[in-house]
């Protein structure tokens, strides 16, 4: 009940997006801004900030094993994309294939690990992060854009890695921020769960509601990305055994909804931003019941191996 009572928090905020998107009060360009915000400063300060209040004390093989367990949950995740939607238009093949491989981790998944699992499932929470974004600007950026160069820049210097770059010395080295810093890292990951959320309400509001009852294809996505892959990513995880709250946060991260990004580049490629809209609409809505069932079945396997 607690972990549907968090859920429930995300959709009130939500559906204050969908209402204030619906009056004009957030229009299509303004969600587009602060998404970009999201990514480009709150993604970093939220990462920064998880080091910043952490108590726990986390080995570098557990850092390397929580990034690979991440890499390998968006690897099968991959996987199961490339043998799906073949019967599908290029461009509609490209939107569904990315938003089966790419969970909203960050805007969605962070908010309920730090709620779940605490500042140590943050930790763990951001090299999911780092994964995605090295992952989704390669291939997803490739994929996306028909096979544009990739820029090298923007691969190392994503929002994850820069905030890696100045979290991890702040954690290993013990340094103690003095409060004119800390306070507004800590302010701007505020912002995190609130804005994305927002931003997530206001896609929804601006898909027909027709169109989500019509489009069997997104259906099929959505349990792809909802059920198929996290339940894949948890048997695996139950043969690796990670410790209990990297699994649980690693489950929670891997079973979010579509990620945002999923829009944002349909847009910003020309492909089927429309469509990209409904995966992310529909994939959010039916997450509420997802991601409990997730989170509950990822404790139990806790309790069966250790």
């Given amino acids: 009940m607690v972990i549907v009572g968090k859920v429930a928090v995300i959709l009130i905020l ?6 204030v998107t619906k009056r004009g009060w957030i229009t299509e ?3 587009s801004e602060i998404t970009s915000l999201l990514i480009k400063i709150v ?12 108590t726990d004390s986390l080995k570098v093989s557990e850092m390397l094993l929580a990034l690979a367990v991440s890499a390998l949950s968006l690897g099968i995740s991959l996987a199961i994309s490339l043998v799906t939607f073949r019967k599908e238009p290029p461009e509609r ?17 962070i908010p309920l690990v730090e709620s779940i699992v605490g500042s140590k499932g943050v930790i763990y929470g951001s090299f999911f992060v780092v994964a995605f974004n090295v992952i989704c600007w390669t291939y997803g950026y490739s994929m996306m854009s028909g096979g544009a160069k990739m820029n090298i820049k923007t691969v190392l210097l994503n929002p994850g890695i820069i905030g890696l770059i100045f979290g991890l010395p702040i954690y290993f080295l013990k340094i103690q921020l003095p409060a004119i810093l800390a306070e507004p890292v800590g302010f701007l990951s505020n912002l995190n769960t609130p804005l994305a959320m927002l931003v997530i309400g206001s896609y929804i509001a601006r898909v027909d509601l027709h ?3 019509s ?3 997104v259906y099929k996505m959505a349990f792809l990305r909802l059920v198929a892959a996290p339940a894949l990513y948890l048997l695996v995880l139950m043969v690796i055994r990670p410790e209990p709250d990297l699994l649980v946060s690693s489950i929670i991260q891997a079973s979010a909804p579509v990620a945002a990004n999923t829009v944002l580049f349909a847009v910003q490629y020309h492909q089927d ?3 990209a809209s409904k995966t992310v609409a529909v994939s959010t809505v039916l997450s509420i019941i997802t991601i409990p069932v997730f ?8 309790q069966l191996i250790f």
Avoid: H, W
Avoid at 14 to 19: K, N, Q, R, S
Avoid at 93 to 109: C, T
Avoid at 295 to 302: E, F, K, N, R
């Fill in 29 to 31: 360009r303004g969600a």
């Fill in 215 to 217: 489009d069997m294809a």
């Fill in 43 to 54: 993604t970093p300060c939220l990462i920064v900030n998880s080091f910043l209040g952490s």
């Fill in 295 to 302: 989170t509950i079945l990822a404790q139990l396997a806790c």
């Fill in 93 to 109: 093949q490209k939107v569904l294939r990315f938003a089966v491989i790419f969970s909203n981790a960050g805007f969605m998944g």
């Fill in 273 to 275: 931003s429309e469509l």
């Fill in 14 to 19: 939500i559906a204050v997006g969908y209402v």
């Fill in 211 to 213: 169109s989500f009852i």
